[in-house]
């Protein structure tokens, strides 16, 4: 069984900065691509960033590009997601994913493994 868990939510005004981190353990996954997705009590969790097991391949949703940035330590078993000039509609609760692919798909559907979630709030 492979366990995620985040950490590094928070609370921080619009304009400033919070990194989350992702660690799997257990019976860890050879190779991974890991992700992190956002939801509201309003939306449907939605894809912000994801990375391969190697971090040659990254992909961003359009709200996010420029601002957030996914990376990851393979010795770790960690992937992280730094996160600048926060906005307000950024409050939500982050999850991160994790699935044994080569690739990385944009769909909550694709991943195997999940964590908890964390929250962040973003103050006007």
């Known amino acids: 069984q492979v366990q995620v868990e985040e950490s590094g939510g928070g609370l921080v005004q619009a304009g400033g900065s919070l990194r989350l981190s992702c660690t799997a353990s257990?019976?860890?996954?050879?190779?991974?691509?890991g992700a992190w997705f956002r939801q509201t009590p309003e939306k449907e969790r939605e894809f912000v960033a994801g990375?391969?097991?190697?971090?040659?391949?990254?992909n961003y949703a359009d709200s996010v590009k420029g601002r957030f940035t996914i990376s990851r330590d393979n010795a770790k078993n960690t992937v992280y997601l730094q996160m600048n000039s926060l906005r307000p509609e950024g409050t939500a609760v982050y999850y991160c994913?994790?699935?044994?692919?080569?690739?990385?798909?944009?769909?909550?559907?694709?991943?195997?493994?999940w964590g908890q979630g964390t929250q962040v709030t973003v103050s006007s």
């Open positions: 257990g019976r860890t996954l050879r190779t991974w691509t």
């Open positions: 994913a994790a699935a044994g692919m080569t690739g990385i798909a944009p769909f909550p559907w694709s991943y195997y493994y």
């Open positions: 990375i391969t097991w190697s971090g040659e391949a990254l």
